[in-house]
């Protein structure tokens, strides 16, 4: 099939360039931390693919005309229409982001002592979990474990360990099944349909309520299309209606398939369930109709739900981030296989043998790529998940070092992820030439985002 993005540039924005110069004192100023990096002191952005995607003009057009009514805002009712017709869950309670829609859920669903459940929780999302005094337990499917190997469901759920847990010494702790589709704390693997029934029937049968971390439905539906046996005939859109109506509901963030700056919802099919977090969402969020959003955001997210899930455009995006995974391959790098679509998942571990866990060869990879390029990303290695001793030392290494490389949606063009494409490989000609890093202060929550690191002697 020929693709294209299905959209053109009509409003564009200025790139910052800067010297090595510059790039070295803006990234000892940050505390070799790239969340901390001011983002004109960045080239090519791609730490997330999270409220960075570019809006339609029909987007802006909706936001434009957005009612502001505090109480049964038009906005909001176009809002839950678009997703009450995608999810067929009864309730939608609109949240600002993602993490919102976790903290009311699961402050409602869990308790101290239970358990949360997940193929992969994400960083907020078990934040979200712990702070309710519960714990977050990740059970990805073996074939995770195997960076290089084509199996293209890589995101699911480790089944026959779900089934243990629900019928062992611990079932009567866990309170919620998460399922995260795509699996992005899982190298951007997708979920299959099977897999995701299936959970949904054990946790079903074990009187567990399973929900959907839903934040790349569309990624995931797309992924599903092109890979799952039964399913190449069907459009995206049924295989997302089909996905949120095997489970209990949803928390979604909608800064990534919403293609919106903000925006986010909870969706429920227990009306009491529901009730529940509607308080919650009113004392903390906002009214119900519109939950922590402006009018504006909630217009603009309904029309980027009407976008995200048309099939030109998830087929240039999947072709995008192929494109990109061949070139970092050619280029000598290796990414977890097969690509997926919102992220490339460097191996970081395999391009710098020469640097041990503790140096944190991922966090290198990462900062060597804004050094050479201005490019930023994200490790997800020892750094992000690694255990560490009072002195900062790394106890226990994470299974792999990989830097993640999101792509925002609609935003950069072929023309950019060629020069990606082109650092990476210079790069890759000299990699003994990256040197490690050690960490000079680490809170102890939450702590990649206010790490400050140093080059290691
Ligand atoms: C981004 C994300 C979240 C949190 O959403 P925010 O809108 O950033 O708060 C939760 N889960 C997953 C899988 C995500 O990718």
Known sequence: MRTFPPYRAQVVAEIPITTREQRERALAEAGYNAFNLPADQVTIDLLTDSGTGAVS???????????????????????????????????????????????????????????????????????????????????????????????????????????????????GRVGQVLITITNNGGGGQPVSMANLAAAAKLARAHGVPVFLDAARFAENAWLVVQREPGYAGKTPREVAEEAFQLVDGCVASLKKDGISPMGAFIGLTDPELAQRCEGNLIATEGFRTYGGLGAHDLDRVAQGLREVLDPNYLAARAGEAARLARLANDAGVDIVQPAGIHALYLNAGRLLPHLPASRFPGHSLACELYLEGGIRCVELGSLYLGTLD????????????????????????????????????????????????????????????????????
Not at 116 to 132: C, G, K, P, Q, Y
Not at 141 to 166: M, Q, R, T, V, Y
Not at 394 to 401: D, G, K, S
């Open 57 to 171: 003009t029909r987007q802006e057009a909706a936001a434009a005309a957005a009612d502001r009514s505090y109480a049964g805002s038009a906005s909001f009712f176009r809002f839950r229409e678009i997703l009450a017709e995608l999810t067929h869950y009864p309730h939608i309670l609109p949240v600002h982001q993602g993490r919102a829609a976790e903290r009311v859920l699961f402050s409602t669903v869990l308790a101290p002592g239970k358990i949360s459940v997940s193929n992969t929780h994400f960083d907020t999302t078990r934040a979200n979990v712990e702070l309710t005094g519960a714990e977050a337990r990740d059970l990805p499917c073996a074939e995770f474990a195997d960076l290089d190997s084509l199996e293209p469901f890589k995101g699911n759920i480790d089944l026959p360990s779900l089934e243990a847990l629900l019928t062992g010494p611990e079932a």
């Open 390 to 457: 009072e002195n900062r030392e790394l106890v226990t290494p994470a299974p792999f070092e990989l830097v993640r490389v999101a792509l925002p949606r609609r935003v950069y063009s072929q023309g950019h992820y060629d020069y990606v494409a082109e650092v990476l490989a210079d790069i890759a000609k000299n990699p003994e030439r990256v040197p490690g890093y050690r960490i000079v202060d680490a809170p102890d929550f939450l702590r990649h985002f206010n790490l400050r690191m140093a080059p290691a002697a």
